[in-house]
């Protein structure tokens, strides 16, 4: 066993090589609150591999705007009334931004059944006749072989459209009919969903003489509650 000065001495070391392990956490500590403290002045700070962009702000700062775009799910079409489907198809394509040559591989993807069976055909037969299947073509192309009869005449129909049920039926059909005539004037448009409303709801609003459609239809939601 060693003299007490000896092992003075050696504590003395061992509280040395332990000061200085301190010493080393210290500067550690303070490193990383100075990273904390500009992280918290500084939130907006580029990230590249972050999925946000920024755009300024009117007052100079900075907004946070999502780069993603919500997800759509593409219709798909099967036979039926192809109106509501090409409606919903140049919803999406104006919404994702869809380049012109991409249309038609991307809507002809989402055919199915008898729809995709015409395609397959189509696809084969006009490209043999030097004819490059576009967009507005392709249109005109499912639109003939699916569409409505060109005896029905829908400006007609909707002169004529009555509310025989519920109001909220009647407004379905009309904007139905509506989606597929052209030229319709809202004055036109309002003279005839009024006139085509039950008596106990359009002669109850017709005193507010409704200058849209959008206003006839609320004012009918109103009087039919």
Same mark, same amino acid.
């Given at each position: 066993m060693g003299t007490n000065k000896e092992c003075i001495e050696h504590l003395k070391s061992r509280l040395g090589v332990v000061h200085a392990g301190l010493q080393r956490m210290e500067e550690a500590i303070n490193r990383l609150s100075s990273i904390v403290i500009v992280n918290q002045e500084n939130p907006t700070q580029e990230n590249p591999n972050h999925d946000n962009y920024h755009q300024e702000g009117d007052n100079g700062g900075r907004q946070i705007i999502s780069s993603k775009t #919500? *997800? &759509?799910?593409?219709? *798909?079409?099967?036979? @039926?009334?192809?109106t509501v489907w090409f409606n919903h198809v140049e919803q999406f394509f104006e919404y994702q931004g869809t380049a012109e040559h991409q249309k038609v591989p991307m809507a002809s993807y989402h055919l199915e059944g008898e729809a995709n069976q015409w395609w397959q055909w189509l696809r084969k037969t006009l490209p043999k006749e030097g004819q490059v299947i576009l967009w507005e073509r392709f249109q005109e192309e499912l639109w003939a072989r699916f569409g409505p009869?060109?005896?029905?005449?829908? @400006?007609? #129909?909707?002169?004529r459209i009555k509310q025989l049920? $519920? &109001? *909220? @039926?009647?407004? *379905?059909?009309?904007?139905? &009919?509506?989606?597929?005539?052209?030229?319709? $004037?809202?004055? #036109?448009l309002v003279g005839t969903f009024m006139g085509g409303l039950k008596a106990e709801i359009s002669d109850g609003i017709r005193m507010f003489k409704p200058k849209s459609l959008k206003e006839a239809i609320n004012l009918a939601r109103m009087r039919d509650e």
């Open positions: #919500a *997800r &759509l799910e593409f219709p *798909r079409f099967s036979g @039926d009334d192809p009869s060109g005896c029905e005449d829908f @400006d007609e #129909a909707l002169s049920g $519920t &109001l *909220r @039926d009647y407004q *379905r059909e009309f904007e139905k &009919l509506g989606n597929k005539v052209s030229g319709w $004037t809202q004055k #036109a």
